[in-house]
């Protein structure tokens, strides 16, 4: 590194000297496209040397050159040109179109790269501009809206979120259906890519589907992300930039809660209720809370409290730094950068902190070009603990058990005001949610080293032969405590808590080791053939372990050390888990073009993994595509109107691998063992078929795509079908069989879906350019079969709600406990109370006993629009995502119930009433209407016990329109940067998640929020409870370079 | 270019030379848990006993059920724990966890034991089917037809079927009969059992008792049906259990190991009294009784309030009428010291107090020889041990119907009724089969929330039946009027 550090000095000495040597001289102009317009941001470099500049706004330059002097003119999408300095000062030039433009060249699997007309599927690219132009400090949640066939799901927002990519829905019951990430052409995961630094990304290029990342075998049944990180460029001026970012954090909405009723139970107010049970608001000045000893007591109007929940939450605040430096010389480059980002979240106390380190250099040396990627990271997590009070609840829970006439955010000072104190909070039940911010505390520190080196070698014209070594190291550790707290037994209070501290460390590594020969021929005159020849392996091993104290003797020092006892066990608390597993393939590229517009590709992988059985543990992965350019072999359909056509089709069939130790039946100390005396392992209970294979996945696609206008409107479409077969999943088992799982090859899903990505520059003028792109995606899994016993596998159940695959039903389904209806669909209730019956009270004879399918959990077609407006130096960017065709379970909403704030508790004021177009079944399948039996216990126990049982009321419509990002930014024109050493400076404002619109029906939370919860995450869809409130972010950024 | 391909084939050579060898992808093995290769049974059977005590005494098992549907327990004010239970809301998820957990956890693991084959082996195997027969005469006697003949048989069949209840009582015997057989003729080689036996700390002798026990459970309580008599040959020359049969691991003041009953009812390991202590309490009809026959159990069984005992009726609307705040927890009696004894005391899975009362009613029907009021005044004094409150002689000899032996008319009613109160927090699931089979106590009352005048006589098969074995769990029985078929 020291001697490139010198180079790159020696460089930056040579640029200044040679703006002071007298035979150079100022040479200005301007750029301008066919049409005469000027061109703004034309790269402009004296050949040969490393001084360069861009053109203004205006399409003007001025540049320092001597006579004789090559000046290189480039700007994407149009042909370069190249200029000599001559005697006169000004040089104006003219820049064609480049008509291959749409043969722009794409990174594909194993960073082989290919002209885009090459390609026989579809993929979309994201370029550095459109990713970051919100400052997200999460690269994935950037993308939502962004790419047609992509759904990100941000799961949770506290201060380290959770977000999930998926490429054309789910195909996979049980195995992951996340896509593949790979970062600069190593296999990543999607952690290394959220460990990123947004600002380090140059591009990323989405191969959506199976077939185009066949050739990485079982990694591959999802779909690949290829990320490209910024590099420095040979022979580019050195860049020196500093980015920063001050975003603030609101809350945007909390659910809709009754604001009528208040602190008490059974209709009678209680001072010391978590529940909302009491009489109706009335304004007077009641006790609240316990009396004391001294016979004193808090008093407090009986009336709603606006937003006491949301009062609980604060400003957020984030700010992130990046300084960038970026250069090279005609056989190195360099980019360096470092980045910082500090958060305090909207929960009191939550913090979080992250640093990045990015280096990535090349040097050539001859004919072998030398690269280095890596990118260090560092985070620093410290919120609120997950286990509260006696019950181990979560925050949420807390704040949703306040009463609506409890001023939440007057109760700060626990330590020192009595009426919030843990003895003198006026709750009996639950505590201050801020003794819990204070008392409980779970912190995280992760550190991800990734990188890879690779060796390139072009031996001859039409030989490279590759090397690739990455490495993806991620290693953290965790401590989580809560204080014990005793309460006096004068009064109600709650059950006291027990402390403990929970120590865990966890190391994952992947290594991979690629080696590619890319060889390309000339066979015939017409005819063209591109090879890769290359064999990969990849090795991935995991080590996490954690150890429980309970009962600390010193408050206050979270030690090991200082607990009472350990807790044994596998399940909770002293525990440690290895795995390794290892893959190696070989694998073959042929493309045959002919006269350059018909190509034929074909690929296939025979892959070796550690997870099966040594004697079936091999499978082939081929892949098979065509790709059109009509309009070059059809000169003649190309017109004023069209002026670019593709066609492909291409097959592949991929497998989804089993994970380590997937196939082993062990045994495991149940929670609570060893005991003093005893020892003990108890069977797992999930079973495995001893005959167990890989899941197959078949996926075809048509794509088209279309050109207009000289590219002013482009449209990319394409339609997959996906057939998976032998899914792994665990099957429920009836407990009776001695497990609850049996891990084997079962059924068929059939997926398909549409994408259509519509790009357009509407307008554009001089001073004004309004470019537009519409990404629509459409996309459908159907479960076909499960096995000829069962119908459905549970993903995630509680028993009363679920995510499931259903035979006939879309993937992934929601089933609930729902209202038993007669044949118009009206409610049947009981004629002894009045209430509506669940279909799980049913016999089982009745064809509605049971849960009902209540519907899908991913949306039918995602719209996303982004739209960047130019203005003369500003810009505004704005991303829209509507969602629909789904639900979700309304997680918190259930919780609200039995606290009695939610609106529906309220709906027939907490009176008894008759359930609304009711009717009752006088005999087996004949009704009658019901107009006289009201519900019992309407006060109170109708909602917590029978409403709150049927939890059809808590799937809801999850569709969402959602203003994601806008942005609008201010560069300053060069002529105010020209005496300053300044070479950009762009001020702008930010926002994310400003605005959502929800369906009236929900008004709860964000339906995005989901539980990670079910084989791979894959039970998508219940959420709410676990996340808190969903939050909008808004802020400045200011970019600077030198 | 041939020289190109000989540099290519030696990169290729030098990347996967480590990777063709053949232990290349010979990593896949659980270094974290025992297989069952290089287990033993005495590290197996320790955890079946562990969830037998579990299933037994944890909040919402057999017992819970038991002393709610038997109008032992109720709730104070302020919580809203029992509604289910109160509203006799029997649904497929109403106590699922009985059925789930006693396939999936405890027979499960004693199906293991019998997969240690030879002569060396045949105490764990006997231990194995005992407890199994056990566990599979409660579920049969909660749910009727349950899977029992294909049961457990995990990868070898996922789905096993229904089988009928009276046949799977008679292999109980079968089995039970096997098992003590094995005992007898267990070779020198046959490993005994040591402390990793949790019960009985390999005492065969007592095995075979409690063996033995189980036996005289299953034959009185389908003794209605038809002629057993032969059935009884020989029982009581084997004799039967003495003592409160009990599962102690270890039990330590510390989470998750903490006695079942005391950590469900109790403390915590903090030593903090936990909600569901001042969420459950007595029952004015269980007091009543009690108090009525002027018998010392009643301050062990439950907790005496400064203020006197108080029960609060199941299923009460309005805890504060007519007195606001008069069902408290700290004014009804929650659940006693002679019940909630430590966090370390044994968990109890079958009393001394039920095998006398088993022993006293299958001698008064004249299965069995011996004389009655001796097994039924023994039943009552185990029960006094085991709670630890003196006085049980003169609480027996008192002319009180259902009390004394000779004051009582209906000796059926006596004996049963008095093992409802030896049962009462204990094993009260015992006298919910016993109260479906004769009516006894009589006059106990339903819920004031019940939605319907009877009380549940049998539960659901579990959702987890409904969607995992569709195609052979029989159509759900009416569960508060189709009998298990011993009541019938």
Partial sequence: ?1042 | MKKYLKYISIACTALFLASCSDSYLDVNEDTNSPTIAVLGPELVLPVGQYWSAEIHNRDRYTNTLGNMFMVNWSQADGYSWYNDEFLYNVTTSFYSQIWDRTYRDALKNYRVLQAYQGDTYSNYRAIGKIMESYHFQILVDIYGDIPYFEALGRGVNPTPSYDDAQAIYEDLVVQLDAAMEMIDNATESAIVPSDDDTMFHGDMETWKKFANTIKLRVLVRQSGEGSLNSSFAGMSTIGFITDDVTVDPGYAMAENQQSPFWNAYGRDSGGNIINNNNATCATPFALDFLEGNNDPRVDYIYEHPATGHLGVPQGIADYDIPVVDQYDPIRVSNIGPGLLKSATQPAVIFTAADSYFLQAEAIFKGYLPGDAQVAYENGITASFDYLGAPGATDYYTQALPNVGWNASSNKMRAIITQKWVALNGVDAIQSWFDYNRTGFPANLPVSLRASTPDRPVRLFYPSSELTANAANVPSQPNAFTVKIFWAN
Avoid at chain 1, 271 to 284: A, H, V
């Fill in chain 1, 1 to 1042: 590194m020291k001697t490139k550090f010198s180079g790159i000095l020696t460089l930056l000495l040579a640029f200044v000297v040679q703006l002071t040597f007298a035979q150079e001289k100022m040479i200005s102009g301007t750029v301008s496209d066919e049409s005469g317009l000027p061109l703004p941001g034309v790269n402009i470099l004296v050949k040969g040397t490393t001084t360069g500049t861009q053109t203004d706004f205006d399409g003007k330059y001025s540049i320092s050159a001597k006579s004789g002097d090559v000046l290189s003119f480039s700007y994407l999408g149009l042909k370069s040109k190249e200029v000599t300095v001559g005697a006169s000062n000004t040089v104006n030039v003219t820049m064609e179109e480049d008509t291959a433009v749409l043969d722009e060249v794409v990174v594909t699997a194993f960073g082989i790269k290919r002209e885009k007309r090459e390609t026989t599927y579809q993929t979309q690219q994201v370029d550095e501009e459109l990713l970051n132009q919100a400052q997200s400090t999460r690269a994935a949640s950037a993308l939502a809206g962004k790419v047609a066939g992509l759904q990100i799901n941000v799961q949770s927002n506290g201060v380290n979120p959770n977000t999930q990519i998926i490429l054309r829905g789910l195909r996979s019951i049980g195995q992951s259906n996340e896509a593949l990430v790979v970062i600069d052409g190593s296999i990543a995961n999607i952690g290394a890519f959220d460990d990123l630094n947004p600002n380090d990304i140059e591009s990323l290029n989405v191969l959506k589907g199976a077939t185009a990342a066949a050739i990485y075998g079982s990694d591959a049944a999802n779909g690949a992300l290829i990320v490209t990180t910024k590099k420095g460029k040979y022979g580019e001026a050195i860049t020196v930039g500093v980015n920063t970012t001050l975003t603030f954090e609101d809350v945007a909405y909390m659910p809709d809660f009754q604001t009528e009723y208040g602190t008490g139970w059974q209709g009678a107010y209680d001072p010391i209720e978590n529940t909302n049970w009491g009489p109706r608001f009335d304004g007077t000045i009641r006790q609240v809370g316990p009396t004391f000893a001294d016979g004193t007591f808090q008093t407090l109007p009986y009336s709603p409290v606006k937003d006491n929940a949301r009062d609980f939450f604060e400003k957020g605040l984030t700010t992130q730094n990046t300084v960038y430096f970026s250069g090279g010389n005609d056989t190195g480059s360099l980019y360096l950068s470092f980045g910082n980002q500090d958060t305090d979240g909207i929960i009191p106390s939550d913090k979080y902190k992250r640093t990045t380190l990015k280096a990535n250099a090349t040097q050539k040396l001859g004919k072998v070009e030398l690269a280095l990627n890596s990118s260090f990271f560092r985070d620093e997590t410290n919120t609120v603990g997950n286990t509260l009070g006696s019950q181990d609840r979560t925050l949420y829970w807390f704040i949703l058990n306040q009463s609506a006439n409890i001023p939440i955010s007057r109760y700060k000072d626990w330590r020192n005001d009595l009426y919030s104190s843990p003895d003198g909070y006026y709750n009996g039940y639950y505590q201050n949610p801020y003794y819990m911010v204070d008392t409980s505390r779970d912190t995280d520190k992760t550190n991800r080293l990734t990188g890879n080196f690779s060796a390139s070698w072009d031996v001859l014209d039409w030989l490279n032969l590759t090397g690739r070594i990455g490495g993806n190291f991620f290693a953290g550790t965790g401590k989580e405590w809560r204080d014990a707290q005793t309460f006096t037994d004068e009064y109600t209070r709650p059950s006291p808590n027990t402390s403990f501290v929970r120590d865990s460390e966890f190391q994952r590594t992947d290594y991979t080791f690629d080696f590619l020969a890319n060889a390309n021929f000339n066979i015939l005159q017409d005819l063209t053939l591109k090879t890769v020849l290359g064999a990969s392996s990849r090795t991935f091993q995991y080590h996490e372990s954690r150890v429980q104290g309970d009962n600390l003797s010193v408050p206050g020092l979270y030690d090991l050390s200082n607990a009472q006892s350990i807790q044994g066990g596998f399940a909770s608390g002293a525990y440690a888990n290895d795995l390794e597993e290892r893959q190696y393939g070989y694998f073959a590229d042929l493309t045959f073009g002919y006269k350059n517009w018909l190509f034929l590709n074909a690929s296939g992988r025979y892959d070796f993994t550690s997870t099966l059985r040594p004697e079936d543990n091999s499978y082939f992965y081929p892949a098979i595509g065509l790709s059109a350019v009509l309009t070059d072999a059809f000169p003649g359909i190309k017109n004023n109107v069209l002026n670019y056509a593709k066609v492909t089709v291409s097959n592949s069939t991929v497998y989804n691998d089993l994970g380590a130790e997937d196939i082993i039946e062990s045994f495991t100390a149940p929670l609570g063992f060893p005991f003093e005396n005893t020892s003990g392992f108890g069977l797992q209970n999930g079973f495995i078929d001893a005959n167990i294979k890989k899941e197959k996945i078949n996926t075809t696609e048509f794509g088209l795509n279309l050109s207009f206008f000289s590219n002013r409107l482009t449209l990319d479409a394409a339609y997959y079908k996906t057939i998976t077969t032998d899914n792994i999943v665990a099957t429920t088992t009836p407990n009776s069989s001695g497990g609850n799982s049996y891990l084997t090859n079962i059924g068929e899903l059939e997926g398909d879906g549409l994408e259509l990505s519509l790009g357009a520059t509407i307008l554009k003028s001089e001073d004004f350019s309004w470019d537009m792109t519409i990404n629509y995606s459409s996309s459908k899994t159907v479960v076909n079969k499960i096995t000829d016993d069962l119908t459905e596998v549970a993903l995630s159940t509680s028993g009363e709600f679920g995510v499931y695959a259903v035979v006939g039903q879309e993937f992934p389904t929601v089933q609930a406990s729902a209202y038993y209806r007669d044949p118009n669909g009206n409610v049947v209730i009981n004629p002894t109370t009045g209430n509506p019956i669940s279909t799980t009270e049913l016999s089982g004879d009745n064809p509605q006993s049971g849960l009902k399918n209540l519907g899908t959990t991913t949306p039918d077609y995602i719209i996303g629009l982004s739209s960047s407006i130019n203005y003369k130096n500003f810009r505004l960017s704005t991303t829209f995502d509507y969602r629909t065709g789904h639900v979700y379970y309304a997680q918190g909403s259930d919780a609200m119930e039995f606290t009695g704030r939610s609106q529906e508790s309220v709906s027939a004021n907490r009176q008894d009433f008759v359930w609304p177009n009711s009717v009752i079944e006088t005999s087996p399948g004949v009704f009658e209407p019901n107009t006289n039996i009201p519900v019992t216990d309407g006060r109170q126990d109708f909602w917590t016990d029978v409403y709150n049982e049927i939890k059809e009321n808590y799937v809801r419509d999850a569709t969402a329109v959602k203003l994601r990002e806008v942005a609008l930014s201010y560069n300053l024109p060069a002529k105010y940067l020209e005496r300053t050493p300044i070479k950009k400076l762009s001020l702008g404002v930010v926002g994310r998640n400003l605005l959502t619109w929800l369906p009236k029906e929900n008004r709860f939370s964000d339906p995005e929020f989901s539980n990670n919860a079910g084989p791979a995450g894959n039970a998508i869809g219940i959420g709410g409870y676990f996340q808190g409130p969903p939050t909008r972010t808004y802020g400045l950024n200011v970019n600077i370079e030198f």
